[in-house]
């Protein structure tokens, strides 16, 4: 049982560039969350969504994007990339109607923009 | 009013001590409040969660304290062993909403053998 899956797991590009964190996960868990963390700052939400084709914007938007096509994937892109976007970005899951109201991280992908 | 403020920043403790760590909140709508622990190069895990109606919640060796009228709560680690050396993050959220969690800036326990 794989759970969450995301790629890569660390990427350095450039300044200007455009960039795709992907996040997969095999439980079919209705919410998914992307975080970027920051010391200093802790985690904070990026964007998240309650279902395929439904996303809303989190704490910190500005500069992402994202897209779920299907339930299972949760891309988020970086349209042109700032050195202040480096980060580790962390995806994140909810299952819908769960009593436990937990949430179930990936591994990360480090993010450096030189 | 949506932040979660988490002291201390960074934490040292004997191995056999209590590692404390405190959260304070402002919005009175939260209703959930749970703590993860992450270790080096993985992503966060719940380590333990509790609700308003509750003041304490134990499990093992982990406690958390919630004093509602302070907007207050608290982390214990009794018996510290160094195989709790992580970075804890509290959080806070509204169930009845979208189940978005507004974090801590997470303190640095370091445990001592």
């Known amino acids: 049982d794989a759970g969450i899956t995301q790629s890569p797991r660390y990427k350095i590009t450039e300044t200007g560039r455009q960039v795709t964190l992907m996040c997969h996960q095999t439980w079919s868990h209705s919410y998914m969350f992307w975080y970027r963390q920051d010391l200093g700052h802790g985690l904070r939400l990026i964007y998240y969504s309650a279902a395929a084709d439904i996303t809303d914007k989190g704490e910190v938007p500005d500069g992402y994007v994202v897209s779920r096509s299907k339930t299972e994937n949760f891309p988020l892109t970086l349209e042109s990339a700032t050195r202040s976007q480096t980060s580790v970005y962390f995806c994140?899951?909810?299952?819908?109607?769960?009593?436990?109201?937990?949430?179930?991280f990936g591994p990360g992908t480090r993010l450096t923009v030189t | 009013q949506q932040q979660v403020k988490q002291s201390p920043q960074s934490l040292i403790v004997q191995k056999g001590g209590i590692s404390i760590i405190n959260c304070a909140y402002e919005n009175t709508a939260f209703d959930y409040f749970p703590w993860y622990q992450q270790f080096p190069g993985k992503g966060p895990a719940l380590l333990i969660a509790i609700r308003p109606d509750v003041s304490e919640k134990k499990e093992g060796r982990f406690t958390i304290s919630f004093n509602k009228s302070a907007k207050q709560f608290s982390l214990h680690i009794m018996d510290s062993q160094p195989g709790d050396s992580a970075t804890y993050f509290c959080?806070?959220?509204?169930?009845?909403?979208?189940?978005?969690?507004?974090f801590g800036t997470g303190t640095r326990l370091k445990v001592l053998a």
């Open positions: 959080a806070a959220s509204i169930t009845s909403g979208t189940y978005k969690y507004i």
């Open positions: 994140a899951t909810r299952l819908a109607g769960s009593s436990s109201y937990e949430q179930y």
